[in-house]
């Protein structure tokens, strides 16, 4: 769990709350070339939306906020060995909106884990983060250090076979959820891949 006293900000103070933050992820595919993701809050809310193409050469998603403004956008790098995604503010590519980089732990492993490095210690002090799946499913844990700070689980239904998911998100107190929903989508996008 995040400490009290540290706010775990990558994407944006607004997405850092003083209370633990549950989630519903639902991903569908549009067709052939679009997944769309809709985050809700408890109360059925819409908070963030997340689009882009599923079998585009580059790779790119856009969070949006309700109000249709991007709040940022992923791209995987093209042939990258470990699958990499960059992380920008809104819709931008410039190296001063760079936010974070977020890489496949290991190329040939079979369980997904991510490393995320941010933009202000990037290759310097390793990483930052690190989200840990599992074998048998998209579920998986974001810990900075050896604290938890998030917990996602996948719920599989029968709609899972049509290309409807959906995922119950727990983000701890002062943690930013943005964030983890963006690793919720690199994950569920490496292990497609």
């Not at 810990?143 to 727990?170: D, M």
Request: with cysteine; aromatic share 10%; glycine share 6%.
């Amino acid at each position: 769990m995040a400490s009290d006293d540290q706010i775990i900000k990558v994407v944006g103070d607004r997405f850092c709350v003083p209370y633990i933050m549950e989630l519903l992820v639902k991903r569908k595919i549009q067709s052939f070339s679009n997944a769309h993701y809709d985050v809700f809050d408890t109360t059925g809310n819409v908070l963030l939306q997340v689009d882009g193409g599923v079998w585009n050469f580059h790779k790119k998603r856009v969070m949006k906020d309700p109000a249709g403004l991007p709040v940022i956008t992923l791209r995987e790098k093209a042939l990258s060995w470990k699958q990499q995604w960059l992380i920008h503010q809104g819709e931008s590519s410039e190296r001063d909106h760079f936010l974070c980089n977020v890489v496949r732990s290991n190329a040939l492993q079979i369980k997904n884990n991510l490393d995320v490095y941010l933009a202000s210690s990037y290759k310097e002090n390793g990483r930052d983060f690190r989200a840990t799946g599992s074998f048998t499913s998209l579920s998986f844990k974001v810990r900075k250090g050896n604290s938890i700070i998030a917990e996602v689980s996948h719920n599989f239904t029968w709609g899972s076979c049509k290309g409807k998911e959906s995922f119950k998100v727990k983000v701890y107190p002062e943690v930013d959820y943005a964030f983890i929903v963006a690793l919720i989508v690199i994950m569920h996008e490496n292990d497609n891949a």
